[in-house]
């Protein structure tokens, strides 16, 4: 199975984007997935997470209240519904599972730039 990310871009702080994941395959539907991000000269952190069905969520510290992630199985879709960027969540936002030691999903995409100006 392969991810893509998509839908990122450059906001002026305060400002919205609505990610999105596509998964081909059957893996992703059973698996418990997360958003990510990597700054420049930081580590990969991960955002937020969700359950397989998608009852159930967590988020960094960070972006509690302004960020939602969701899903749609049927259309093998997540998303990242970001709300009052900062400066800070600019970063290339990656999709993946939950467990990065899986191999049910190969390689990681190549992620979506998020970019947040002052």
């Known amino acids: 199975a392969q991810l893509v990310e998509s839908g990122g871009g450059l906001v002026q702080a305060g400002g919205s984007l609505n990610l999105s994941c596509v998964a081909s395959g059957s893996a992703f539907s059973i698996n418990p997935m997360g958003w990510y991000r990597q700054a420049p000269g930081k580590q990969r952190e991960l955002v937020a997470t969700?359950?397989?069905?998608?009852?159930?969520?967590n988020y960094l510290d960070s972006v509690k209240g302004r960020f939602t992630i969701s899903r749609d199985n049927a259309k093998n879709t997540m998303y990242l519904q970001m709300n009052g960027l900062k400066p800070e969540d600019t970063a290339v936002y990656y999709c993946?599972?939950?467990?990065?030691?899986?191999?049910?999903?190969?390689?990681w995409g190549p992620g979506t730039q998020v970019t947040v100006s002052t």
């Open positions: 993946y599972a939950l467990d990065i030691g899986t191999t049910q999903f190969g390689s």
């Open positions: 969700i359950t397989a069905s998608g009852h159930r969520t």
